[in-house]
């Protein structure tokens, strides 16, 4: 069964679509032309549909540089290669899982194919600096090639990384400079949220993204963990007696969250691996506790995010659609970027 991309994703691409319609010379009834200027190169760990990914990499304003997990000894390409199924086993097994960063050069062919094909500037968002070295690496790139690259450290992960990397993309198909795109998304990841639970904290533990202690007290008192990624680290919120009681939990907190933000601007997506079904389950019990919110998306973790969380991982991004003071934030003579939530309410 495939991944679900709820109506609010596609409204992004249909107005990419008709802003790129519209540089086209001689279209009557165009809007009037934007010129696209910057690019977006991100990392295999913003969680991005896969075919929503296809309909932006073809003419070069996104890329998406894969993060290298290694099972055992053979090592695989994040987006390159069908891991799904071989590190599912293996982390099953108990067997080596490791991930590693993109090399510099890695990116610096994404910055020079952005160049090659006319972009004046890039923006480059990547997941945590406290997670990984990548954002490190899209530096060392950056100082490399003549292109001006912006890189942002997105202090997050899956999809809240990628509703940045969407929002950047909207704000240069809108003909924004390098430095108002780069405002734009980070204005939008500081308002993205993650929460997961995991069934086990031996996966974190061995990958270093937890300490010992914690690792020993979730699997010696059979204790279910809520965590969050706060800050660019995974901290601990909440701990849980049962399986049932976590998710349950989960999903108390994540309707807090979206009841403590603007009414209708909250948008949700559902990270899973191995266990679809419960994500959907997941999904549709947040639908009914968080009525305004379009329809979460569903999609399976990347693998480089999997390697450490393990199989059974329920996470929920809660993130924002809407553009309050656009204005401010890209030029007093900006127009408002509409919300994609309430476009695609406000269809018969």
Same mark, same amino acid.
């Given at each position: 069964?495939?991944?679900?991309? +709820?109506?609010?994703?596609?409204?992004?691409?249909?107005?990419?679509?008709?802003?790129? /319609?519209?540089?086209?010379?001689?279209?009557?009834?165009?809007?009037?032309?934007?010129?696209?200027?910057?690019?977006?190169?991100?990392?295999?760990?913003?969680?991005? +549909?896969?075919?929503?990914?296809?309909?932006?990499?073809?003419?070069?304003?996104?890329?998406?540089?894969?993060?290298?997990?290694?099972?055992?000894?053979?090592?695989?390409?994040?987006?390159?290669?069908?891991?799904?199924?071989?590190?599912?086993?293996?982390?099953?097994?108990?067997?080596?899982?490791?991930?590693?960063?993109?090399?510099?050069?890695?990116?610096?062919?994404?910055?020079?194919?952005?160049?090659?094909?006319?972009?004046?500037?890039?923006?480059?968002?990547?997941?945590?600096?406290?997670?990984?070295? @990548?954002?490190?690496?899209?530096?060392?790139?950056?100082?490399?090639?003549?292109?001006?690259? $912006?890189?942002?450290?997105?202090? @997050?992960?899956?999809?809240?990384?990628?509703? =940045?990397?969407?929002?950047?993309?909207?704000?240069?198909?809108?003909?924004?400079?390098?430095?108002?795109?780069? %405002?734009?998304?980070?204005?939008?990841?500081?308002?993205?949220?993650?929460?997961?639970?995991?069934?086990?904290?031996?996966?974190?533990?061995?990958?270093?993204?937890?300490?010992?202690?914690?690792?020993?007290?979730? @699997?010696?008192?059979?204790?279910?963990?809520?965590?969050?990624?706060?800050?660019?680290?995974?901290?601990?919120?909440?701990?849980?007696?049962?399986?049932?009681?976590?998710?349950?939990?989960?999903?108390?907190?994540?309707?807090?969250?979206?009841?403590?933000?603007?009414?209708?601007?909250?948008?949700?997506?559902? %990270? %899973?691996?191995?266990?679809?079904?419960?994500? $959907?389950?997941?999904?549709?019990?947040?639908?009914? =506790?968080?009525?305004?919110?379009?329809?979460? /998306?569903?999609?399976?973790?990347?693998?480089?995010?999997?390697? %450490?969380? =393990?199989? =059974?991982?329920?996470?929920?991004?809660?993130?924002?659609?809407?553009?309050?003071?656009?204005?401010?934030?890209?030029?007093?003579?900006?127009?408002?970027?509409?919300?994609?939530?309430?476009?695609?309410?406000?269809?018969?």
């Amino acid at each position: 069964m495939t991944d679900r991309e +709820p109506p609010a994703w596609l409204w992004l691409k249909e107005r990419l679509a008709r802003l790129r /319609q519209s540089t086209t010379p001689g279209r009557a009834g165009a809007e009037p032309a934007r010129v696209v200027r910057i690019a977006v190169v991100t990392d295999s760990a913003a969680a991005l +549909p896969a075919e929503w990914v296809k309909a932006f990499v073809a003419d070069g304003r996104l890329a998406v540089v894969p993060m290298p997990v290694m099972v055992g000894e053979e090592i695989y390409g994040e987006g390159e290669d069908d891991i799904t199924q071989t590190l599912a086993l293996a982390l099953a097994a108990g067997s080596s899982v490791k991930t590693s960063r993109p090399s510099p050069g890695q990116f610096e062919q994404a910055y020079l194919a952005a160049r090659d094909r006319g972009f004046e500037a890039v923006v480059s968002i990547h997941i945590s600096a406290g997670l990984s070295g @990548t954002a490190d690496a899209a530096r060392l790139a950056a100082q490399r090639v003549s292109i001006p690259v $912006e890189v942002i450290d997105s202090r @997050t992960v899956g999809m809240a990384q990628g509703m =940045g990397v969407q929002s950047a993309l909207v704000a240069a198909a809108d003909g924004r400079s390098a430095a108002e795109v780069r %405002h734009f998304a980070e204005e939008r990841l500081g308002r993205t949220k993650v929460y997961f639970y995991v069934p086990s904290l031996e996966q974190l533990r061995r990958g270093g993204r937890i300490g010992t202690a914690a690792s020993w007290l979730g @699997t010696m008192l059979s204790i279910k963990p809520i965590l969050a990624v706060d800050d660019g680290k995974i901290v601990p919120l909440e701990k849980v007696r049962s399986a049932a009681k976590a998710v349950a939990r989960l999903e108390e907190i994540v309707a807090a969250d979206v009841n403590s933000r603007p009414p209708g601007q909250s948008r949700l997506a559902v %990270h %899973h691996f191995g266990n679809l079904a419960e994500a $959907e389950r997941l999904a549709a019990r947040l639908g009914e =506790g968080c009525p305004d919110c379009p329809p979460a /998306q569903i999609s399976a973790l990347p693998a480089v995010l999997a390697a %450490h969380a =393990g199989l =059974g991982v329920l996470a929920v991004v809660v993130g924002e659609s809407s553009t309050p003071g656009a204005a401010t934030l890209l030029g007093d003579s900006a127009k408002a970027i509409p919300d994609p939530a309430n476009t695609m309410r406000s269809k018969p």
